[in-house]
């Protein structure tokens, strides 16, 4: 992979997750058919835990972990993306037609966006933002079949957007816990809390059958998806990742269209057209400068013919993705880049 160019494996693993959440979208609407949302969220939930538990005791950073940065960062990431984001999501979905939500979801990609720019230290181009301007387009050409009303509860789903953007960027900027411990931490307290909610406010008990389903669809929906997630965000920055993970709602159309037999809509193929065209034009963007790398000791996934990483392993080639703690000593060069952990510069 040659310095500067936007790595495409990250990229995959980005499509993969909004692959793996987009196709839960048919397997939660039966399941709601037996259980509450809440009680639901809960299951997904701790579904996603379960799934990273045996492979989260191994990796990270002791040293890093105990980090007040990145305990603060890996908190606030549940706290918003596990716990307020569902939560606001879920009250604005009782008062609001679901294709008005669905609409409304679309403003995630801009909230990740303005979040990142402000507060994060990421760095988007003019290019970048026509991209991103035509996601959210895209987003709503596809949700506009069903109809739309705006209602006060729009804005409670607006909440949630910001809470996930928020989410989004601390995700992107932990670095001493691997992908699989904090999705396991995401899980376990957003499971706990959404699931203690729901047999709380919904009432009933769900079945043998409904439990095991939530679980097993929360272990690939949220769990891997959360995984991949995290390991893309790393590499590319919360924006970029973002921008790829809006990706779910086409995918859950075309399995609408080939296993359901849904109707294939015009503006269902505008829309997806014009999402390719704004990856396309996020992909064509390119920034360079003169950067400073501070010293820093860090845990990603990375290689070792990347122009950043020159530490050796005689077992491991240097194209192979891996991942442990190691140390950077102190550089400046330029080169073309995104926002991943080595390149959080402020931009005048």
Same mark, same amino acid.
Request: proline share 5%; aromatic share 6%; net charge neutral.
């Given at each position: 992979?040659?310095?500067?160019?936007?790595?495409?494996?990250?990229?995959?693993?980005?499509?993969?997750?909004?692959?793996l959440f987009g196709a839960s979208t048919p397997a939660s609407k039966l399941l709601l058919a037996e259980v509450g949302?809440?009680?639901?969220?809960?299951?997904?939930?701790?579904?996603?835990?379960?799934?990273?538990?045996?492979?989260?005791?191994?990796?990270?950073?002791?040293?890093?972990?105990?980090?007040?940065?990145?305990?603060?960062?890996?908190? $606030?990431?549940? =706290?918003? @993306? /596990?716990?307020? &984001?569902?939560?606001?999501?879920?009250? *604005? +979905?009782?008062?609001?037609?679901? #294709?008005?939500?669905?609409?409304?979801?679309?403003?995630?990609?801009?909230?990740?966006?303005?979040?990142?720019?402000?507060?994060?230290?990421?760095?988007?181009?003019?290019?970048?933002?026509?991209?991103?301007?035509?996601?959210?387009?895209?987003?709503?050409?596809?949700?506009?079949?069903?109809?739309?009303?705006?209602?006060?509860?729009?804005?409670?789903?607006?909440?949630?957007?910001?809470?996930?953007?928020?989410?989004?960027?601390?995700?992107?900027?932990?670095?001493?816990?691997?992908?699989?411990?904090?999705?396991?931490?995401?899980?376990?307290?957003?499971?706990?809390?959404?699931?203690?909610? $729901?047999?709380? =406010?919904? @009432? /009933?008990?769900? &079945?043998?059958?409904?439990?095991?389903? *939530? +679980?097993?669809?929360?272990?690939? #929906?949220?769990?891997?998806?959360?995984?991949?997630?995290?390991?893309?965000?790393?590499?590319?920055?919360?924006?970029?990742?973002?921008?790829?993970?809006?990706?779910?709602?086409?995918?859950?159309?075309?399995?609408?269209?080939?296993?359901?037999?849904?109707?294939?809509?015009?503006?269902?193929?505008?829309?997806?057209?014009?999402?390719?065209?704004?990856?396309?034009?996020?992909?064509?963007?390119?920034?360079?400068?003169?950067?400073?790398?501070?010293?820093?000791?860090?845990?990603?996934?990375?290689?070792?013919?990347?122009?950043?990483?020159?530490?050796?392993?005689?077992?491991?080639?240097?194209?192979?993705?891996?991942?442990?703690?190691?140390?950077?000593?102190?550089?400046?060069?330029?080169?073309?880049?995104?926002?991943?952990?080595?390149?959080?510069?402020?931009?005048?």
């Amino acid at each position: 992979m040659a310095e500067g160019r936007t790595p495409t494996v990250p990229v995959i693993w980005c499509l993969l997750s909004a692959a793996l959440f987009g196709a839960s979208t048919p397997a939660s609407k039966l399941l709601l058919a037996e259980v509450g949302p809440l009680t639901l969220a809960g299951l997904l939930y701790l579904g996603a835990a379960l799934a990273t538990l045996p492979f989260a005791t191994k990796g990270g950073s002791a040293g890093r972990r105990r980090d007040r940065t990145n305990l603060r960062r890996l908190a $606030g990431a549940v =706290l918003f @993306g /596990g716990v307020l &984001g569902p939560v606001a999501l879920l009250v *604005g +979905l009782r008062s609001s037609p679901s #294709a008005s939500v669905s609409l409304w979801l679309n403003l995630e990609t801009t909230a990740t966006a303005l979040l990142a720019w402000r507060w994060f230290q990421e760095n988007l181009g003019a290019r970048g933002w026509l991209a991103n301007a035509l996601v959210v387009l895209a987003g709503v050409l596809l949700a506009v079949p069903d109809g739309f009303t705006f209602a006060p509860p729009a804005l409670l789903v607006l909440l949630a957007c910001v809470c996930w953007g928020i989410d989004n960027n601390l995700t992107a900027v932990i670095d001493g816990y691997t992908p699989e411990q904090t999705t396991l931490a995401k899980g376990a307290v957003a499971g706990s809390v959404n699931l203690g909610l $729901g047999l709380w =406010l919904e @009432g /009933g008990t769900p &079945g043998v059958g409904t439990v095991v389903g *939530g +679980l097993v669809v929360g272990s690939l #929906a949220y769990g891997a998806s959360i995984v991949l997630y995290i390991r893309g965000a790393q590499q590319l920055g919360a924006t970029r990742s973002q921008m790829l993970f809006a990706t779910a709602p086409f995918l859950g159309v075309l399995v609408a269209w080939v296993l359901v037999g849904e109707p294939v809509l015009a503006v269902q193929v505008a829309a997806a057209l014009l999402m390719g065209g704004a990856l396309a034009v996020l992909f064509s963007d390119r920034h360079e400068h003169d950067h400073v790398h501070p010293a820093q000791v860090h845990t990603h996934a990375h290689r070792h013919d990347d122009g950043h990483h020159d530490h050796r392993h005689p077992d491991i080639p240097a194209e192979a993705w891996h991942t442990h703690e190691h140390g950077h000593a102190e550089v400046r060069h330029r080169h073309p880049h995104v926002p991943d952990l080595h390149h959080r510069h402020r931009h005048r």
